[in-house]
């Protein structure tokens, strides 16, 4: 089996520092801890399936971050040498392992629908001439559609909106069931 060699990884002082701050921090995302340590052991020479066997990934994981690295290795080594603060330094290395943009169809609603959406839940049904005393997500599908705030909406739409948005201290709930 033809094996390609792993591409080196540098990791200078300054880098190395950060890095370590990194894994050690409770308050550091798991996803960046671990993609650190990739690193951090790539750096010290171990091999990719080494990695990958001692930190419960596939090689092919390995190697997708090891490359990464690689891919930024001018950009890393800049760092070692530029007068820049360890938050610039920091929000690069994050830049670097952080994941790539993902394909996907766009947003359905924008951010300002969504709050109009809620906002009209929370007003009085009897304001908007509704002849009811609560809020279903029925009745503000209904209510946002004709207000022009959206072109169409599913009840289920907007009750996720309102479940997602709704205040964590609510001592009772927006809408009727």
Known sequence: MNRKEAQPVRVGKK????LGQVVRETSSPYWL?????????AAGGESNSQIGREMGMTRNTVIKWRGRWGDHQDRVDALEEAE????EVREAVENILADAPRSGAPPTFTAEQVVQIVAIACEDPAQSGRPVTHW???EVAAEAIRR?????????????????G?????????LVE
Not at 15 to 18: D, F, S, T
Not at 33 to 41: P, S, Y
Not at 166 to 174: H, I, K, M, N, Q
């Open 15 to 18: 880098v190395g520092k950060l």
């Open 33 to 41: 801890v671990t993609r650190a340590k990739v690193i951090l052991r």
């Open 84 to 87: 820049v603060c360890e938050q």
């Open 136 to 138: 279903t997500p029925e």
């Open 148 to 164: 022009g705030v959206v072109e169409r909406i599913s009840p289920r739409q907007v009750g996720r909106f309102l479940k997602r």
């Open 166 to 174: 709704g205040s964590e201290t609510a001592s009772e709930p927006l």
